[in-house]
């Protein structure tokens, strides 16, 4: 499975930003998908997941109620809509494939590229 991920950028406090990340390769859309996240310092955190059917996503709490994950399976894409935006929310942001276990414990065997998220104050 190859993933690509993309979409992010400089935003301001309260901004919102829409991360996408494309699978590709063997059957791609048979496993949930997970944001994962580096901030400077320190270790990789996990976001939010979701299944392959989409029926079931998680997030922690830090973000709940502000980002939204979801996939379109046709698109073989997921999404990682994020609203009000704060400055700790600064990190790396990949997306990754694997078995929930693994994945929300910011650990996984498939791994999208990165892409910066800064906000600023």
């Known amino acids: 499975v190859q993933l690509q991920a993309s979409g992010g950028g400089l935003v301001q406090a309260g901004g919102s930003l829409t991360l996408s990340c494309v699978a590709s390769g063997r059957t791609p859309n048979r496993y949930p998908v997970a944001w994962i996240r580096q901030a400077p310092g320190k270790e990789r955190e996990f976001v939010a997941y979701?299944?392959?059917?989409?029926?079931?996503?998680s997030y922690i709490d830090s973000v709940k109620g502000r980002f939204t994950i979801s996939r379109d399976n046709d698109k073989n894409t997921v999404y990682l809509q994020m609203n009000t935006l704060k400055p700790e929310d600064t990190a790396v942001y990949y997306c990754?494939?694997?078995?929930?276990?693994?994945?929300?414990?910011?650990?996984?065997?498939?791994w999208g590229q990165g892409t910066q998220v800064t906000v600023s104050s």
């Open positions: 990754a494939a694997d078995g929930l276990e693994r994945l929300i414990r910011g650990k996984s065997t498939y």
């Open positions: 979701i299944t392959w059917s989409g029926s079931d996503t």
